[in-house]
Each structure stands twice: as structure tokens, then as C-alpha cells.
């Protein structure tokens, strides 16, 4: 029997490590707790051989000439927070050349609390480590440093092929559901081993159908986290899109999949997802793999009714995504009680003066630590309301 | 390093959980040690090569008697006194120790040996399910316990394991899933908590 002082410290602590997944959405008052990074350490990533950073409090400004290094910096703070990359590169793409691996290491405050977070990439994996404390599984460092982007390649995630927008989902709530994390690993697998059974010769139906129940299971799951995500994301949109265009539209966004017509519960959706496979069973055995489910799933985007995903201008594509970026810091700030670091890439390139004067206070006002980069010359115009630093040849001048 | 050496660590390395330095150790203690322990160690593992099958009724591990013309029945298969009328569906045998332990138990056992896994080319053949079949089919069981684990092979095993055994008009049950026992229900994690909603039962 544990007693009740050692449970009340256990649970101030896992309260305090931002355990995103275990938290019910919060109500704050006026004060929100800040999510901030205090120092920074690369190793052997992309084109630094080795840097030590620290961070000063308020908004960072990177500024250096093309290929100086500001992108992969704050690649490097994404990585550490979803364990990936948002340029979709392969992990050993990262390692800087003629080195074996990477290593990342950052200490961010949330509030007055430190976290330490290391990750490290050997040619057989990675590892990721909390406070020195080396994690079982890599899934344990998500969450711990809320982050959000904006880049170049966001363009990608609106107009580019299905799976950028699933990624898009994933990655926004991998860091604040560990439930959803863990039935991501339960679909994976099971749908290897179905399609595995699918593929067999000769086919035995009942040893597909029987992974139909644990594939279901996990599909249910992750498709009531990804709609109530979406959801959330859809109700500020029209309104943020309107503050950074100052003109008014309508932005929709809708979770795409064969059972969405239907809007079961979770638990419905269970049954219904089984029913789905039962009726696609030949499809699914004349192609040798589960044609239906979460993995083929689509985020529909609208703008005043016509579909972003095709016809509409980068200009309208770009925007909608800041727009979508936007709402997904002010999810991450409800769904954890905590504002997140903000990571703008470039954006004097990606968008006009104008929008960029639109863009820019409308994101001040919702995270504390800004983290930016810019071309010298467009540092000026982005009226940086904290430090620069300059950046060259992968080294960082204070 | 001599030829006899280099040969017993090779064989040591192929153990589970024995890696090359785990293997160096206990090639080096048993150099020192007296020659009786290696032998002991030696003796063991042929007895068990040689003694010990896989019971012929249940999957279970058995001991072989010296009569090679009778077949390989477990401890529990053989027993009388057990309960003719359940039977429990398990993996592994060390399974069936663990139910053994809790003494909740006192019916019949079946072991699969495995998992579905068509990835690794396992499926209703390698698990020997028409053995299985055949035998619920023989004999007169009320119940059919499926106590594989709640993961996601073990839900697709006694997926299949239903469609197989229902034609034969038996009770099939599956274990719980939710809480255990002593958890708090605070640090129970969302898929746990909602397999225990839905799986509560009266209170009497």
C-alpha cells in the first residue's frame, strides 16, 4: 500500500512533466503557463558539426544567407519534439556528412520547470532520454516539448498527396495523446499482419477476418481522436483566417474517410469499421492489402466551398495553412493548459509585407517564444520584438 | 582462444538473452568450476532433450516415460480428479503455470505454442487448430475459456478460435480485460479504463 505522501508526490510530478495525454482539456484563468527553450545542442545534424546555444527569453530571430544553417536549427527543435522531421527527410539524411549519427539535446522551461531532452540517431535506431533518464520507448519524449511550425514545405501538406495531411494529424496529436500514439503502433501492426495474411497462399479468409477485431479496435480509436482534433481545429479557423487576410472567407475542414457519412460514436464505429473490411474483403485480397482505414484516410480543405487541395492559388493554399498552424497552437494550448513554441520558417519569402504584418501579432499573441528565421536583408521588416542572431556556416553569433 | 572453447560459445550465444559477454562468463566459470557441475549441466540439458515432449493431448511440456511406444500426456492431461467439463485456451506453456499458481482454475488446459503471425508464416496449421477442433469436438466440454493476452495477436487468435469452435455449439468465454488488480483507477490509462466500463458487471 502506497501511503498518501509519496502518491501526492508522484502526482505533482506527473503533473508537472507535461504528460500531455493524461490531462483533460483545462481551463485557464488569465495566466497561461509558456512553453519555452533555454538552450539548444546539436550534434553531427545536417550541416553543424557542433553547437551549444542558449536561448534568451522572448522572441529569437535567426538571420543568415541561404544554406546558413537557420532552417535545420529549427528542424532540430521540431525533431525534438515529434521525433521527426517536418521536411520529410529519412532520419539518416539528417546526419551530418562523413558522421555515424546525430545527437539533440535542449533544455526547455515550462514555466520555472526545467525539462532536459536528448535524442540521438545511430544507423540501428533512436534513443530518446527525459532528465537523463533514458526512455523505454521513443514515444515517451513526445509531448514533453509542445512545438508548432510553419515552413516552406507546408505548402506541401495542402496541395501534396494524402499521407502529408495524415502526418499533419499525426504529428499535431502524437504530442498531446499517448493513446493515440499507441493505437498508431496497433494499427501498424496489424494491418502488416493482415495484409501479410492476405498475401498468403494458400488464403485461409478466417485468418485475415480474425485480425479484422484488434485492426478495428485501433481504427475506432484513432478516428475519434483525429475528427474531435479536426473538429477543434475547424472552429477557430474562419475567424484566424480572417485576421491574417483581413478579408472574410470561409475555411472548413473536414476528416475524410468511408465511414465519416455515417458519424457514428466511437463504439459504433467499431462494428461498422469490421462491416467495412467484411464488405471489402475481395478488393482487399485481389490487391493483397486493407484498402480501407485510418492509413488511407484524408483532412478535406475548403475555402468558401471549393477544395484547397486542388483549385485554388498558392497564395490561398499558403495562407489556409498558416491559418491551420495557427489553430493548431491554440489545440495544443487547450489540450495541454501550456502555450507552445512557435517555429517560423522563412516567412518574409513565403508571404507578402502586408500579410506577414497580419501574420505576425496574430502569433505573438498566442506563444511566448517565437523562433524565426529570415534572410538579412528581411530582418528589418520583420520588426523582431526580441533578439537576432546571426547565422552563418552553421555557427551561431550572439 | 582453443577450438573447444570457441565451440561451447558459439552454442551458449544462441540462448536467448545470453549475449557474447554473458556467454564469455559462464564459459570461463565452468573452466574453473569442478568438472562434476559441467557434467550436471551437461546431464540436465540431454535428459531434457530426451525426457521432456510436448504432451500429445494438450501442447503442454510432459515428461516421457521409458516406453517409447507410448505418446507424451502432461501432468494435468493424466490427472483424474481435474474438471472434464472447461477448458482453457492458453499460448505458451508457461502459461499454464501462471493459471496454475492462482489454483481459480481446475479444468482442462490447451496450448497453442504461438500467436497467429503471418508475417512469420504462423498460422491455423503451425498452431495445429484442427487438432484442437477435433478435440473439443470428442469430448464433452461446457465451456471454452480463451485466455490468449489482450493484444492485438492474441484478440486475432481468439478472433479466429471463435469462428472455428462456435459451429461446434459450445460456450465460449473470454478473459477480462480492463484494470488489475491494486491499480488506481486515476493512473489507468484511456484504452484500460474503457475496456473496464464496458466489461463491469452486477455487484452481488
Same mark, same amino acid.
Given at each position: 500500500? +502506497? ?23 483545462? +481551463? ?12 539548444? =545542442? ?6 553543424? =558539426? ?22 535545420? #536549427? ?19 539524411? #539528417? ?13 526547455? #522551461?515550462?514555466?520555472?520547470? =526545467? ?17 537523463? =533518464? ?7 519524449? #513526445? ?143 485481389? +490487391? ?111 | ?204
Amino acid at each position: 500500500m +502506497r501511503n498518501a505522501v509519496e502518491a501526492s508526490l508522484d502526482y505533482g510530478k506527473r503533473r508537472g512533466g507535461c504528460k500531455a495525454s493524461v490531462l483533460p482539456r483545462r +481551463r485557464w484563468g488569465c495566466y497561461t503557463p509558456s512553453m519555452r527553450l533555454k538552450s539548444l =545542442e546539436l550534434d553531427h545534424f545536417r550541416i553543424y =558539426e557542433r553547437l551549444r546555444l542558449e536561448l534568451p527569453p522572448g522572441e529569437v530571430c535567426l538571420a543568415g544567407a541561404n544554406a546558413a544553417g537557420k532552417t535545420s #536549427l529549427l528542424e532540430a527543435v521540431y525533431y525534438l519534439a515529434t521525433a521527426r522531421s517536418f521536411r520529410f527527410a529519412e532520419d539518416r539524411d #539528417l546526419v551530418r556528412w562523413g558522421a555515424q549519427g546525430f545527437g539533440l539535446r535542449a533544455a526547455a #522551461l515550462r514555466d520555472d520547470e =526545467e525539462t532536459r531532452l536528448a535524442l540521438a540517431y545511430r544507423s540501428g535506431g533512436k534513443t530518446a532520454a527525459v532528465d537523463g =533518464e533514458r526512455c523505454p520507448r521513443l514515444s515517451s519524449i #513526445l509531448g514533453r516539448l509542445l512545438t508548432c511550425c510553419f515552413t516552406v514545405e507546408d505548402l506541401d501538406t495542402v496541395r501534396g498527396a494524402a499521407g502529408r495531411r495524415r502526418r499533419f494529424l499525426d504529428l499535431v496529436l502524437g504530442q498531446v495523446s499517448q493513446s493515440y500514439t499507441r493505437a498508431m503502433g496497433e494499427l501498424r501492426d496489424c494491418l502488416r499482419q493482415r495484409n501479410a495474411a492476405l498475401r498468403a497462399d494458400p488464403l485461409d479468409r478466417a485468418a485475415v477476418t480474425a485480425w479484422d477485431r484488434p485492426l478495428s479496435r485501433a481504427a475506432a480509436r484513432i478516428i475519434e481522436l483525429r475528427r474531435a482534433a479536426v473538429d477543434e481545429l475547424a472552429a477557430p479557423a474562419p475567424q484566424i483566417f480572417a485576421e491574417i487576410t483581413a478579408s472574410r472567407h470561409d475555411l472548413r475542414l473536414d476528416y475524410e474517410g468511408p465511414l465519416e457519412e455515417t458519424r457514428l460514436g466511437a463504439a459504433d464505429l467499431e462494428e461498422a469499421f469490421i462491416e467495412l473490411l467484411r464488405r471489402r474483403f475481395e478488393r482487399d485480397r485481389r +490487391r493483397g492489402c486493407t484498402t480501407a482505414g485510418p492509413h488511407r484516410d484524408d483532412l478535406a480543405l475548403r475555402l468558401d466551398g471549393n477544395d484547397l487541395r486542388r483549385y485554388a492559388s498558392r497564395g490561398q493554399q499558403r495562407l489556409a495553412m498558416v491559418a491551420l498552424r495557427l489553430a493548431e497552437a491554440d489545440f495544443l494550448h487547450q489540450r495541454t493548459g501550456t502555450r507552445p513554441i512557435f517555429l517560423l520558417d522563412d516567412v518574409a519569402s513565403e508571404l507578402d509585407a502586408e500579410t506577414t504584418a497580419r501574420v505576425l501579432p496574430a502569433l505573438r499573441s498566442r506563444v511566448d517564444q517565437l523562433l524565426l528565421t529570415a534572410l538579412p536583408q528581411d530582418v528589418g521588416d520583420l520588426s523582431v520584438d526580441g533578439t537576432v542572431l546571426s547565422i552563418d556556416g552553421g555557427r551561431v553569433r550572439q | 582462444m582453443v577450438p573447444s572453447l570457441k565451440r561451447l560459445l558459439a552454442a551458449l550465444r544462441r540462448l536467448p538473452g545470453v549475449g557474447a559477454k554473458s556467454a564469455q562468463r559462464i564459459g570461463y566459470h565452468l573452466l574453473r568450476a569442478e568438472k562434476s557441475e559441467s557434467y550436471e549441466l551437461a546431464r540436465s540439458i540431454v535428459n531434457l532433450a530426451e525426457r521432456v515432449a510436448l504432451c500429445s493431448i494438450c501442447g503442454n511440456i510432459a515428461e516421457t516415460t521409458a516406453d517409447e511406444n507410448r505418446r507424451p500426456v502432461c501432468e494435468i492431461c493424466s490427472d483424474p480428479e481435474r474438471d472434464e467439463e472447461r477448458l482453457l485456451i492458453v499460448e505458451e506453456p508457461y502459461n499454464v503455470e501462471s493459471f496454475e499458481r492462482t489454483g481459480v482454475f481446475n479444468g482442462r488446459y490447451h496450448v497453442l505454442g504461438g500467436l497467429f503471425d503471418p508475417l512469420a508464416g504462423i498460422g491455423a496449421e503451425e498452431l495445429g487448430l484442427d487438432k484442437l477442433r477435433r478435440r473439443i469436438a470428442e469430448a464433452a466440454y461446457n465451456e471454452i475459456i480463451l485466455a490468449t493476452s489482450p493484444t492485438a495477436a492474441g484478440e486475432a487468435t481468439a478472433a479466429y478460435l471463435r469462428e472455428l469452435l462456435e459451429p461446434l455449439n459450445v460456450r465460449l468465454t473470454r478473459i477480462a480485460v480492463g484494470l488489475s488488480a491494486g491499480a488506481d483507477v486515476d493512473y489507468a490509462d484511456e484504452v484500460s479504463l474503457r475496456l473496464a466500463v464496458e466489461g463491469r458487471r452486477e455487484m452481488h
